[in-house]
């Protein structure tokens, strides 16, 4: 696909795409007229990465971290500090936290709504 569609099928934009080839993080063939063309596993590829950076990850340990993510995969660290390491652990708590946070306000909504239906019901009825 072009980058225009990728650019749409992710809600991601062109310049962005650009940079995360730029960085690495994806690639593209080059067709005879220039044009970029990307194969579908770019799709969930970038939306791993921006998953990835809302998570507050710094890119360079993304470049890193998505050979992990493949399947099979594949991990090799050869500058793995200890540094690292711990910024690892400490985004994955912080990820562990925003889900423990979402999952306790979609159950608020969820309560939210089925008394509302119910509400709406017994009016019905």
Known sequence: MRIGELSERTDTSRRLLRYYEEQGL??????????????????????????????GLPVRIIKQVL?????????????????????????????????????KNRDAIDEYLSEVE????DKIA
């Open 118 to 121: 119910s509400c709406a019901a």
């Open 67 to 103: 050979p992990c993510l493949d399947k099979p995969r594949t991990i090799f660290f050869k500058d793995a500090t200890p540094e690292m390491l711990a910024l690892l652990r400490h985004h994955r708590d912080r990820m562990d936290e925003r889900v423990r946070c979402l999952a």
């Open 26 to 55: 994806i690639m593209a063939e080059r067709s005879e007229n220039g044009y970029r063309w990307y194969e579908e596993a770019n799709i969930d590829r970038v939306l791993q990465i921006r998953g990835l950076l809302d998570a």
